[in-house]
């Protein structure tokens, strides 16, 4: 079976910084993309942003761009979401998500997009 683990959450003043980590584990598989989204209660999970595995084309949504940085390591299959400029409104738990199926897009920002999630790891920012 495979699961995705999140790592890297925590609690951080605004303004500050973290980096999110997710690794598969478990059965392998090959990966088309892999994405975060993130999700506050009472509020229907959201995307973040998403990275083509192969060529490590990037999209984010608008409320991220230019404050957080999607990267990936392709020799240890892991995915990493860079932080910076934190603002209240980004606390939320946050959840990884792979998929193994490959199309021309990799724009994927829908949940029923994706295969593999992560159980998520909460981030706190405080104001």
């Known amino acids: 079976q495979t699961q995705l683990v999140e790592s890297g959450g925590g609690l951080v003043q605004t303004g500050g910084s973290l980096r999110l980590s997710c690794a598969p584990s478990?059965?392998?598989?090959?990966?088309?993309?892999m994405a975060w989204f993130r999700q506050t209660p009472g509020k229907e999970r959201e995307f973040v942003a998403v990275?083509?595995?192969?060529?490590?084309?990037?999209y984010y949504s608008t409320s991220v761009k230019g404050r957080f940085t999607i990267s990936r390591d392709n020799a240890n299959n892991t995915m990493y979401l860079q932080m910076n400029s934190l603002k209240p409104e980004d606390t939320a738990v946050y959840y990884c998500?792979?998929?193994?199926?490959?199309?021309?897009?990799?724009?994927?920002?829908?949940?029923?997009?994706?295969?593999?999630w992560g159980r998520g790891t909460q981030v706190t920012v405080s104001s």
């Open positions: 998500a792979a998929r193994a199926r490959s199309s021309g897009d990799y724009t994927y920002t829908l949940l029923y997009e994706y295969d593999y």
């Open positions: 478990g059965r392998a598989f090959s990966i088309a993309a």
């Open positions: 990275i083509r595995w192969s060529g490590g084309s990037t």
